[in-house]
Structure formats: C-alpha cells, structure tokens
C-alpha cells in the first residue's frame, strides 16, 4: 500500500515538474532574447536549470580534493569495483552517476585540478540532496583549498541551517595512518570546522574502500567491517530515508532561494534601468526648456520685426520734417513824397521806385532763402554718418533694435546650451551714389572707411538728388503782358491841384501835380516771394523725401533679409531640438517598454 501511495507521489511530481519546464522553457528564450543584463539570465537559468535536473530520487554526491579517492569509494559504496573510473592520474572530469536502489551515487570531478572541474563539482553541488565530502588522511588536516571549497558551498547553500546535516565526512584512505594519527587528524578536522564555522561535527567516517574490495573477494567479514564502508552506507541510507520524505520540501526551499536570487539581480537590473533613465529625463528636460526658449525667440523676433516695420514706416511717410527759411519782408507800402509834372514822370518815377525793390530786396531775399534751404536739405549730401540726420538716425535705430534682439536671444538661449547662437548682424555699409567711392560704416563713424576694393556689395545706397531750382516766379512778371500792363494795374497815380500864382488878369492859378502809391505791386510782390520760397522749399524737400524713402525701403528690405536668416536658423534648431526630443522620447519608451516587460517577466518566474 504505502509502494502504491510512493508510487502516485512520484506521479505527481513528475506531472508538475513537467508543467513548471513547459513554462520555464519560453521563459528563459523570451528572457534571452529581450537583451537584458547576463547576470540576470545566468540567475534566471540557475532557476530553469533547477527544475530541469529536479529527481524525484534522491542524489548523493562526492566533493573533495583531486585523488582524494572520490571515485574508488563511489565504487566501495556501489559494491562494483570499476564502476567509475580510478586511476593514478586525474580520471574523472564530469560528473557521472549510478543508480544505487532508491538513491542516485554522483561521481564529481576534483576540486581545484582545474577551474572548470571546480565548476561542475560546485553545480553537481546545487541538485545534490546528500554530500559525501572526501578528504585524504594522507593530507592530514584540512587544506586551504578544501576550507574555501566548503566556504564556496556554504555561500552557494540556501538553507544555512541544516547545511552541516546534508554532508558525511569521509577520511580515505585510512589504512596509511595508525589510529592514533587518524585520531589526531580527525580531532583536528572538527576543531578546524567548528572554529571557522561554529559547528560541531558528530563523525568523520574514516574508510578504507581497498580493504573493503579485498574483503569482498575473500568473503571475510573482518575485513569488510574493517574498513567501515557498511557505516558510511548505513549512514547514507538513513539521511536518504530521512530526506525522501521532505525530498520536494528542500527541493522547494532551494528552488525558493534561487528564485529570490533572480528576484534580487532583476530588482537591481530595474533600478539600473530606471537609473539610467534618469539622465534622459533630465536631457529631455533640458531639449524640452530649448524649443520652449527656441519657441519665445520666435515670437520676440516677430515681435522686433514689427516694431522695426512699424518705426521704418513712419520714417518713410515722413521722414524730413519742413524747413521754413527766415528772410527779410518787403513791407506793403510804400507811396512818393514827390510831386510830378505829369502823370508819365510818376510813373516812370514809380516804375523806378519797384524795380528798385524787385532787384535790391525780392531777389536778394529769394535767393538767400534758397540758399539756407538748400543748405539745410543739402547736408544729407555731405554727410552719412553724422548723429542727428536722417540717414545715421535711421540706421541706428534699426541697429538698436537688431542688438536688443541679440542680447534678448542670446539670454533666452544661453541657459538651454545652444551650440550656435542665432544673431542678426548690427553693421551696416552705406555707399552714396556716384559721389564717392568709399564706403561708410554707420557703426563705426566716418573714421571707419574702406576702400571699393570689397567683395560685397554696400548694404545700403544712397541715392544722388537733383536739387536745382532755378525757376523763378516772379520773373515771369516781366513778361506777363508785359511788364507797364503790370504797372498800371498796381500802381496807384494820384492827382491833385496846386495854387501856383495869379494869372495875368488877376485869376488864381493851378497846377496839376501827380503822386504814386505802390502798395498793391509791393503786397503782391511779397505774396510772389513767399509763394516762391514754398515752392522752392516744396520741390527740394520732395527730392529728397523720395531719397530718404528709397533709403529707409533698402533698410527695410535689409533688415527683412537678416531676421529672415535669423528666424530660419531659430526654426532649424528648433527642428535639431524636436529631433532630440523624439529621440529622448523614444529611448524613454524603450526603457519603458523593457522595465514592463521586465516586470512581466518576474511575473511569470512565479508561476514556474
């Protein structure tokens, strides 16, 4: 009864070790395959590599020194004597096994021959449930390859608790010490245990497999019970009787114990994952603060280029403001304090009288004032660089504006760590045309002058004005039906009678005298000269508001050309930063992704 109940136990737990390594299968590939750190994937195949050696039988394994005789009392305890293979030299490098009734017997490869013989002992370690640690007596004491060896087994060991009752220690080849001297060293194996590991070992089986042989063949009792190897079975025996029946509990406890090493290098993985996100973030962070500052440039260069428009327009619909020259005024009036014989000598004299102030006053006048106006008009043609003119004042202004936003630019943009600052350039080459064949920078003054030799075209040009005025209005009255028409519709003459004596018959005398008034010729006159300076002021100031015009619509363009230049470098770096930006985002969703399917991951470890 109780072989059929052994029986549907090991049914079971064949059945469940078949589900948990149709799960572990795809676990470990998909784990393998999502290029995640190799510490975890070693971990992760600890697990797998558990449950795919998982016996349902107990495993006893050898663990010593090479040539300690690991393999001759595998074969002592088997009761076959070239089972495992034995030799004078090292014979055995991976692990074997033999069914021994209801146990597995492993032979292992010894421990520090080679690094990889030391591998696969340490791994045969892991899915042993019963340690046959083997030591030479010819050794003596413990070495200090054996006491890393165990330190090794007790760092790799998941219940530190009954590590000490899973081991029987074996001293070989005991025939070759007395028994004081295998006394001796076995005293001093337990002192050497329990000082390192604070553990009292109960017995150290001290063996001699030949004798045992011998005893076999010779069917001698003595012999065989001489060479202790029916204890060592005995005792093997009773721990895998002992064991069988918390076999799948240990089994689990150790299974457990690896599932939290892989728990804890993948929490550790995690953290690295996220750590490494970290820098990203605060990348994006900074990309992201770019195209905000990259995006408020923008506006504040919009925000300059209409002022610019805005101040330029008003420069080019008005840009000279009028000049009114002083001149001396002719007076209105003006009559003869002379009496004339006729009316032909008042005339004449009066003709005298106008012409005397039409040359002496109105032209003299007129021409003086046209004179101080083109003087004043005329110092746009002397000078470019000069503060206080139109044309310096003009370009100052735009150059004040274009380095407020530069300074502005470069602020908003200094923080984010702009490789290149996008800038306007502030200099400006002005040439006049066809009077000169320097150039002027306005910038710099007039000291700042360069030869036409340059490469590059002036930036602005001033263009030359044709300020000639020589027609005169009031000339015209010469000839305007002639000038004593004029006269006589101006001119005021006056007759008036004079007592001059008695006649020769007693009667009084008189006489007609004559007098002139020109005080309409002298208003109209006056009149003709004002209007004259308007009209003169008028044509002057006109050729050169379409100068000053013509200037101020090349600045605009110029201007318009730099920002231009200016905002497609902004809307480049703005296209760098979202390129960065995407980037950032997509590493970051990766990251993403590979923490939760991580996660993931670690999930599905519990249902292996």
């Known amino acids: 009864m109780e072989r059929n109940d052994e029986k549907q136990v090991a049914v079971a737990e064949e059945l469940m070790l078949k589900q948990r390594w149709s799960l572990a299968q795809p676990f470990l590939l998909e784990l393998r395959n999502s290029a995640v750190d190799e510490r975890l994937v070693q971990a992760a195949e600890a697990v797998v590599r558990m449950i ?21 009392l595998c074969n002592a305890l088997l009761g076959r004597k070239e089972f495992f293979a034995t030799g004078v030299v090292r014979t055995t490098v991976e692990a074997e096994r033999a069914e021994a009734g209801d146990y597995w017997l492993c032979d292992t490869p010894g421990i ?46 998941s219940d530190p608790e ?19 001297e295998l006394e001796t060293i076995t005293r001093i194996m337990k002192e050497q245990i329990y000082k390192r590991w604070n553990y009292r070992l109960p017995v150290i089986f001290c063996v001699d497999s030949h004798t045992y042989f011998r005893g076999l063949e010779k069917n001698e009792a003595i012999l065989v019970g001489n060479s202790v190897i029916e204890r060592v079975k005995e005792e093997v025996l009773r721990q895998v009787e002992a064991i069988k029946e918390r076999k799948q509990a240990l ?28 820098p990203k973030r605060e990348e994006e962070a900074q990309w992201l603060k770019r195209s905000e500052a990259l995006n408020i440039c923008s506006g504040l260069l919009e925000k300059k280029k209409q002022e610019l428009k805005s101040a330029l327009a008003k420069r080019e619909n008005a840009p000279l403001e009028r000049f009114y020259p002083d001149y001396d005024s002719l007076g209105f009036h003006y009559s003869s304090s002379y009496e004339f014989s006729s009316e032909y000598s008042a005339e004449q004299a009066a003709r005298q009288q106008y012409e005397k102030q039409f040359w002496s006053k109105f032209h003299p006048n ?14 746009y043609d002397q000078y470019i660089a000069q503060k206080g003119l139109f044309y310096y004042d003009s ?21 984010p760590g702009v490789r290149r600052l996008p800038k306007a350039a502030t200099l400006f080459t002005v040439e006049k045309e066809k009077a000169s064949s320097l150039f002027f920078s306005i910038a710099g003054g007039m000291n700042s002058q360069i030869s036409d030799n340059r490469a590059d075209p002036p930036d602005l040009c001033i263009k030359k004005v044709d300020k000639s005025y020589e027609s005169d209005f009031s000339r015209e009255l010469y000839y305007h039906h002639g000038f004593d028409w ?20 007693g009667n009084p005398k008189y006489k007609t005298l004559y007098k002139y008034d020109i005080y309409d010729a002298r208003r109209e006159l006056q009149d003709q000269m004002d209007e004259n300076i308007k009209n003169a002021e008028w044509y002057i100031r006109s050729a050169y508001i ?32 979202k390129q960065q930006l995407g980037a950032l985002r997509a590493k970051a969703d990766e990251g993403k992704a590979a923490v939760e399917q991580l996660k993931d991951l670690i999930g599905r470890m519990e249902q292996i």
């Open 52 to 72: 795919q050696d998982y016996d349902s039988r107990v495993i006893v394994s050898n663990f010593g020194m090479v040539k300690a005789g690991k393999s001759t």
């Open 112 to 157: 520090h021959a080679k690094e990889e013989d030391t591998e696969k002992a340490l791994a045969a370690y892991e899915r042993s449930d019963i340690v046959l640690f083997v030591h030479n007596a010819v050794d003596g004491e413990l070495i200090k390859q054996e006491v890393r060896a165990l330190q090794q087994l007790i760092e790799k060991n």
């Open 162 to 180: 009954t590590f000490w009752e899973r081991f029987v220690f074996v001293l070989t080849n005991a025939d070759q010490k007395d028994e004081e």
């Open 251 to 278: 089994f689990e406890k150790k299974l457990a114990q690896k599932k939290r090493d892989f728990y804890a290098c993948a929490a550790e993985y995690i953290d690295m994952l996220t750590n490494q996100q970290e």
């Open 366 to 379: 007129l021409d003086r004032a046209k004179r101080s106006m083109q003087e004043y008009y005329g110092q």
């Open 395 to 415: 370009v100052q202004f735009a150059t004040l504006v274009l380095t407020q936003l530069n300074e502005e630019v470069a602020a908003l943009l200094q923080g």
């Open 486 to 505: 004029y006269l006589k519709a101006n001119v005021n003459i006056d007759d008036t009678e004079t007592y001059v004596g008695e006649s020769w018959f």
């Open 546 to 577: 379409d100068v000053c015009a013509d200037f101020i619509r090349q600045l605009d363009a110029c201007v318009e050309r730099r920002l231009a230049q200016m905002q497609e470098e902004l809307e480049q770096l703005q296209s760098e930063a």
